[in-house]
């Protein structure tokens, strides 16, 4: 299946900033971290304008209803970024991916409405398997094994995961009418522009940056330079396998992501306890253990179809 092997890379990718993003947040941007990401991640976007101007230099020739749908895919991708950051700040990046599960659940939605997409009765299920272990992460364990809902985190989350079905389909509905290329450069166009309008209009936000700046090495802000790059290969191969397979289908390949985030977290927590650490405690083991068995059964039965 070429297309769920490609897919499989992203959620890697992905996997690798979400534990980047949690270490700047912890070690380096702890009061200005949401605010220093969010406009960091839209201006580095024009990295990637001129190499896809160099392999697709027709990128000009969009139609103007597609390009200002792309135009609004990139601010609903800052969007996203904002309501993910925000969750990120008060929880363990192993627990806020899992709440990306639901994703696939609003794309299917979505692009049954938009696309025009079907889905069999079995990949349905599928889909609910995978909602129900996202739902075992939502609980908190205290000190004195009780449970609590994670109100903020499920918020948030909640808002980025239905922003990122949306902007996949808008995605892929004018990626069938252009090509991905043309696509992409519009996308990173419309995040860049969003970051300085961030800059520009939010003063807190502005200050935070510019505090950042100052205060923090050349070698941090190349470690978030090297993030944004990767977060935005991850798009990009997305993007392709997109073409390749229904909406939520490739969506629900980020099933493997809370897989990568767990394991990464607990080799650094174990190796390099003073860059990240998570919560290995047997009872914080078990909830994600659980969670990921749970996801990963409805990632098998969507395979076997």
């Known amino acids: 299946m070429s297309w769920f092997l490609l897919a499989l890379i992203a959620p890697f990718l992905y996997a690798l900033t979400n534990q980047i993003d949690k270490a700047l947040l912890e070690k380096y941007f702890k009061v200005s971290g949401v605010g220093t990401l969010i406009i960091f991640s839209g201006v580095l976007s024009v990295l990637a304008l001129p190499v896809i101007y160099f392999f697709e230099p027709t990128v000009f020739s969009i139609g103007t209803k597609e390009m200002f ?93 239905s922003l990122w079905a949306l902007e996949s389909v808008i995605f892929k509905y004018v990626a069938l009418e252009e090509n991905v290329l043309r696509s992409l450069f519009w996308h990173n166009l419309a995040l860049v522009g969003a970051g300085l309008l961030v800059f520009t209009f939010i003063p807190k936000y502005r200050h935070h940056f510019l505090e950042s700046i100052k205060v923090n090495s050349k070698g941090i802000f190349s470690i978030n330079i090297v993030n944004e790059i990767i977060y935005m290969l991850a798009n990009a191969i997305y993007a392709y396998a997109y073409m390749l397979a229904p909406i939520a289908l490739v969506l629900l390949t980020n099933s493997f992501q809370p897989i990568f985030v767990f394991a990464i977290g607990v080799f650094m927590t174990l190796y390099f306890p003073h860059i990240l650490s998570e919560k290995i405690e047997a009872k914080h083991l078990w909830q994600k253990g659980i969670a990921l068995i749970i996801t990963g059964i409805g990632t098998y039965l969507l395979l076997g179809f």
């Open 69 to 161: 749908l792309m135009l609004f895919v990139g601010v609903l991708n800052l969007t996203l970024l904002w309501a993910y950051l925000i969750a990120l700040k008060d929880d363990e990046a192993s627990i806020i991916v899992v709440f990306y599960q639901l994703v696939p659940v609003f794309a299917f939605i979505l692009g049954y409405y938009i696309l025009g997409e079907t889905i069999t009765k079995l990949q349905a299920l599928a889909m609910a398997v995978i909602i129900f272990g996202t739902t075992l992460i939502a609980f908190e364990i205290n000190d004195e094994n009780n449970f609590r809902l994670k109100r903020k985190t499920v918020f948030f989350m909640l808002i980025a995961s």
